[in-house]
């Protein structure tokens, strides 16, 4: 699309309540990974292993938030940018997982929040971004049912600590399925365990926790707006054939209602997915009851949609993703289809399971590859045209009556990408990771104007 197509694109269409925001998390951008009595994560161990990450990229720097968290919520005022999405790191709060509170770690995030309200900018806190403790990870992590508590434990230090500071909105887990199917399935996320024996044990306690984390920030602190965070994409069949419509279904019941549907009351989407049927051998007499969880508004999170077609040699799925970079269609650095109607169709796919509560897209972006000169611009027309189309697909979905309430981009600045490493450039501002210099793109600046 070119600019012109978004001339009916304006802030005020969306009312003067709606939240427009970036997100991070800890792990990506804080560094210290060590420093003031942190323990190690399971992200920590995972990237010192060879072969794991791209080129041997590590997590131990990053973005040196940590210690540059003042200079980077200045340039928060300079874009405008009200709301900020960040993660609470575990480990740095409980170094043994549970028991011990490290106060300097606590007080990081005391000092961070504060701040942050000092100058205006609303924190949104998401409780866990995929960086478990190792210590917890050498119990057994997601597939030890004793997490169940272990969560709890943390979530009330949290909320009993920070929850007097006048910081009222909270995300409990970010995409269980990422970190759950990616960790203890495929292996290639940490802490890198293979198979449905890890998977289906990981996926049942992550399903509850997220009822947990709401249960216990909500002991802690009256007046609160909490939800969790869902990684979706729009499937499409290949064909319109019986084998693939059968698969896009099985495709589209574990990439985007595996955790949605539980968080409802409404069980696993196990009628689609017959393979998980051994999670009912897990479940006790009070899980069913205790996966529903009450949730003030659902975080959506879409990047693409997927081609699915059916493939018999695919174990337990028996279906496969058309990669589009295959399909010669337009594509992010990650490989992802640029398909700015998707985010609309998950919008209105998951406005149907609360329709009385409000959604959030609590992620959306584009990784295009960057080029600095040395100068102080970065000129990436593609990520500004992404942002501007998927943004005007979140309008499109408002004017038609959907609840859209928020719309955070992924992310503030470029960071450490999981197993992909430092490759992968989401950011609004630019980051030279050998001296930390920032420098805001021209999507930043886009964004910026945007939304004042």
């Known amino acids: 699309m070119l600019d012109s197509d978004y001339s009916k694109l304006h802030k005020n269409d969306f009312g003067s309540d709606f939240f427009w925001g970036v997100s991070t998390a800890a792990l990506q951008t804080e560094g210290a ?11 920590d161990t995972f990237s010192n292993k060879k072969r794991k990450i791209y080129r041997g990229h590590h997590p131990k720097i990053a973005c040196d938030f940590y210690y540059r968290w003042e200079e980077d919520i200045q340039i928060l005022k300079v874009l405008g940018i009200k709301n900020f999405r960040f993660s609470l790191s575990w480990s740095r709060i409980l ?7 490290n106060h300097k770690g606590l007080d990081f995030y005391k000092t961070l929040c504060d701040a942050l309200l000092k100058e205006g900018i609303t924190p949104w806190p998401t409780l866990y971004h995929w960086d478990l403790p190792q210590v917890l990870e050498d119990r057994g992590g997601w597939t030890n049912r004793e997490i169940l508590g272990w969560f709890e434990n943390y979530v009330l230090v949290i909320g009993k600590e920070l929850g007097n500071r006048g910081i009222h909105n909270w995300m409990v887990l970010n995409e269980p399925l990422v970190f759950t199917g990616a960790g203890y399935f495929l292996g290639y996320h940490a802490p890198g365990k293979k198979g449905f024996s890890n998977f289906i044990p990981a996926m049942l306690h992550a399903a509850l926790c997220t009822g947990i984390g709401e249960r216990a920030m909500r002991s802690c602190q009256s007046q609160i707006n909490i939800g969790s965070t869902y990684s979706c ?44 049927r051994p999670v009912e051998k897990l479940m006790k007499a009070e899980d069913q009851k205790n996966l529903k969880a009450n949730l003030d508004f659902i975080g959506v999170q879409n990047y693409t949609r997927e081609i699915v077609e059916s493939c018999w040699y695919v174990p337990y799925l028996k279906a496969r993703l058309v990669n589009a970079k295959k399909r010669g269609v337009p594509h992010t650095e990650m490989e992802w289809e640029v398909y700015p109607e998707s985010i609309y169709e998950m919008l209105k ?16 972006g584009a990784a295009f590859p960057d080029h600095w000169d040395g100068g102080h611009e970065i000129k990436d027309w593609k990520r500004t045209d992404y942002l501007q189309s998927h943004i005007a697909q979140v309008q499109r979905a408002k004017q038609e009556g959907i609840n859209v309430q928020g719309y955070f981009v992924w992310t503030l600045m470029d960071n450490f990408e999981w197993a992909e490493g430092y490759k992968p450039r989401f950011g609004l501002v630019f980051l030279d990771f050998e001296t930390q210099r920032r420098i805001i793109k021209d999507s930043g600046k886009w964004f910026s104007k945007f939304i004042s």
């Open 33 to 43: 990974w060590n420093e003031d009595g942190k323990s190690a994560s399971i992200w």
């Open 349 to 364: 796919k998951f406005s149907k399971y609360m329709p009385e509560k409000p959604l959030l897209v609590t992620e959306n």
């Open 233 to 276: 994409s729009y499937i499409v069949p290949k064909t319109n054939s019986e084998k693939d419509l059968s698969a896009a279904k099985r495709a589209d019941a574990l990439l985007n209602r595996l955790f949605i549907e539980p968080a409802c009351g409404l069980n696993f989407p196990l009628e689609d997915l017959k393979v998980l």
């Open 95 to 101: 170094p043994d997982g549970t028991g011990r509170i």
